[in-house]
């Protein structure tokens, strides 16, 4: 089992609907990011946090640490937040060498 | 406006051949990091770097080398050696590492070897 699950893994919805996309860890974690990835490739960051809530714009993230849990919503979704978002968590110990564990990212299309 | 600028967008070499891959950051960043992007899977780091002239292995590091000469630059190198060298390959930064600051992306090459 992967230590960061996200679901679901494809989501396709209309414009205006509200989106919500789940990160499950394993591990004890001090720092969970949200990325995004444009159909080119590129990646940005979005947040990163380690309790409670982040809002930017349309982006709303949350965690909860005990349930070991993120969501990341899109309120009023549009057709360009269509990209691929990706969980990657900071664990305590061990992960990668970076200490980071990527999600396997979750393929949103959000239709006019 | 500061970034990081990976190029080509696009490669493609012949079985055999050593290829380099640019990556040049203008954020003043300490750290930098070259991961391996493959359909289906998570990123994979390949190496990292804390500061200029050391680098250290990421998780997938065989059939891969890499410089840190300036801290700006950090070229990848996908040699021979690399088995299945076909893939989407992303470089970031951070002002840290270890994960606890933001990361920043360039805009990836894809690599294709036949």
């Known amino acids: 089992k992967n230590e960061v699950e996200q679901s679901p893994q494809n989501l396709t919805a209309q414009e205006g609907e509200f989106i919500t996309i789940n990160c499950s860890y394993s591990?004890?974690?001090?720092?969970l990011h949200w990325l995004q990835q444009h159909p080119g490739g590129g990646i940005v960051s979005l947040f990163m946090?380690?309790?409670g809530k982040k809002k930017h714009g349309r982006l709303i993230a949350t965690i909860n640490i005990q349930e070991k849990h993120s969501s990341l919503h899109i309120t009023a979704s549009h057709p360009r937040d269509s990209a691929v978002y990706i969980c990657?968590?900071?664990?305590?110990?061990?992960?990668?060498?970076?200490?980071?564990?990527f999600g396997k990212g979750t393929h949103l299309i959000i239709q006019p | 406006d500061g970034g990081i600028t990976q190029s080509p967008k696009y490669l493609f070499r012949k079985e055999g051949q050593n290829v380099t891959l640019s990556c040049e950051q203008n954020?003043?960043?300490?750290?930098m990091y070259w991961y391996r992007q493959d359909p289906g899977q998570g990123l994979r780091l390949i190496y990292y770097?804390?500061?200029?002239?050391?680098?250290q292995k990421g998780d997938i590091a065989e059939g891969y080398s890499v410089s840190r000469e300036k801290k700006e630059s950090f070229p990848l190198t996908v040699t021979s050696a690399q088995k299945n060298p076909t893939a989407f390959y992303l470089c970031?930064?951070?002002?840290?590492?270890?994960?606890?600051?933001?990361?920043?992306f360039g805009n990836g090459t894809r690599l294709t070897v036949t």
């Open positions: 970031a930064s951070s002002s840290t590492d270890r994960g606890n600051s933001p990361l920043h």
């Open positions: 591990v004890g974690i001090s720092a």
């Open positions: 946090l380690s309790s």
């Open positions: 990657a968590v900071r664990k305590y110990s061990g992960g990668g060498a970076d200490g980071l564990t």
């Open positions: 954020l003043n960043h300490d750290a």
């Open positions: 770097s804390q500061i200029v002239n050391d680098f």
